[in-house]
């Protein structure tokens, strides 16, 4: 064992070697570690920003479909409402209709009786004079005896 | 055994303990030089820094490729233990910590090559001495060490101030009497020198029993009984095994242990 010059070119070796290393190794990794961390991280923020919009989403379309959900029954009753509606007012027209038409038809029955009384006692005033002639046996002047048959009729 | 052929064990662990210097320079002295360790660390620095450079610079921040992953485990693993002990900016430490994790790493592991490969290897062009792994020469050790020493020196003065840390030496632990000022600064250099030599010696020693374990196994494949040889061969694989163990366990230690003396340099007391 002896310390020689070795001693030296090893220092400078050694020396030479640390240089390097800090100099053109560990800056060039160290970077590219520190920079894949920054990007896991944000690909992990990322991520969990995601999921949270992901759950607004899920949120937001429940609410929309409960509130298209109230929505259509709102218009399913308010259709049966206006259904329920027309064909109440449909009800009451017809009925409107039917009494007018009852109305109209015993009107028509009424005037019918009147004529139909008019018209027998004209009959029954001719009967009455063929009656009488046939008792009298001759004729009767009709127009002779007109007032006298117009006050019967009358009187019928 | 493939180098020398004749000669006993001894012979055989002695030759493996030496290392490569050039013969042309001075061979023994300061200024005569381990080529083995200096080669084995620099190939080995080199392809830490070419391996985790081509994967820094297609580094992505979306989907890595299984190579960066791995590459990125085992930054974010040194990370993680300099963020447990230092709080502060990392862009320093933890450079720091990884260049030493790796580094000590792989050279730790050049142990785990057979032992007679690099030397064979070496052999076959003409260089009769190599020892393939730099963390068993206290060179190569204390340069780490010493370098760490240097840095925990330089951060101290550059937490606390020239005169921050001037004052804290020799008012620190016991007292800013003038009495104590003696007794404190020689305190603190102990502390300070104890740094390096435990840091390296850890290393250096581990690795060097390792070695010489493996070379002792080794020995029984040419001790002449297929029997011997047979227990070599479950050894070796039983110590490497285990050995992998203590590779990793001393390149993190070095790591943890330099992350801990850096930032305890930027404490106050």
Redesign the interface.
């Known amino acids: ?1 002896e ?9 400078i ?6 240089w ?3 100099h ?10 520190e ?2 961390q920054i ?1 896991i991280a944000e690909g992990l923020d990322a991520a969990e920003r995601a999921r949270a919009e992901l759950r607004d989403a899920d949120n937001k379309v429940a609410a929309e479909i409960k509130q298209a959900r109230a929505q259509a029954t709102e218009i399913i009753d308010r259709a049966h409402q206006q259904a329920n509606q027309i064909m109440d007012k449909a009800r009451a027209d017809a009925v409107v209709e039917a009494n007018r038409q009852k109305a109209a038809a015993q009107d028509d029955i009424a005037s019918m009786a009147q004529r139909a009384r008019e018209e027998l006692r004209e009959r029954v005033g001719a009967l009455a004079v063929q009656g009488a002639s046939k008792i009298v046996q001759r004729e009767i002047d009709p127009s002779a005896h007109k007032a006298l048959l117009d006050q019967l009729a009358a009187e019928i | 055994m493939a180098s020398e052929p004749q000669g006993g064990l001894t012979e055989y662990i002695t030759h493996h303990l030496q290392h490569f210097k050039p013969l042309r320079m001075s061979p023994e ?6 080529i083995d ?2 080669t084995v ?2 190939v080995l ?1 080199i392809v ?2 070419l391996w ?2 081509a ?3 297609k ?4 989907v ?1 490729g299984k190579g ?1 992953a791995f ?2 485990i085992i ?2 693993f040194v ?1 993680g233990q300099v963020k447990d002990v230092f709080h502060g900016d990392r ?2 430490l ?3 910590a ?2 030493v994790f790796i ?1 000590v790493f792989l050279m730790n592991a050049m142990d785990l090559l057979p032992v007679d490969l690099l030397p064979w290897i070496t052999h076959q062009f003409g260089i009769g001495h190599f020892r393939s792994v ?1 963390t068993a ?4 050790t ?3 060490s ?2 760490v020493l240097l840095l925990v020196i330089f951060y101290s003065f550059k937490a606390k101030g020239f005169g921050g840390y001037t004052h804290e030496l020799f008012t620190a632990p016991f007292g800013a009497h003038p009495a104590l000022w003696i007794p404190n600064f020689l305190l603190n250099i102990v502390e300070l020198l104890s740094k390096p030599v435990s840091l390296s010696m850890r290393l250096f020693g581990n690795m060097y029993a390792g070695e010489l374990v493996f070379m002792l196994i080794a020995g029984l494949f040419s001790a002449g009984s297929w029997w011997l040889y047979g227990m070599g061969v479950i050894g070796y694989t039983i110590w490497g095994i285990f050995h992998i163990l203590i590779i990793s366990i001393q390149a993190f230690i070095f790591m943890v242990l330099t992350i801990v003396y850096i930032s305890m340099a930027h404490d106050h007391h």
């Open positions: 064992m310390f020689n010059a070795t001693l030296i070119g090893e220092m070796a050694f020396a030479i070697l640390i390097f290393c800090v053109f190794i560990w800056p060039h990794i160290t970077k590219a570690i920079e894949r990007k | 002295g300061f200024w005569s030089v381990h360790s200096l660390s620099l620095g830490f820094c985790f450079w994967m820094a610079r580094a992505t921040s979306g890595p960066q590459v990125e930054l974010e990370d862009s320093f933890g450079p720091l990884l260049t580094w730099p020469d206290l060179n190569l204390f340069a780490m010493i370098t």
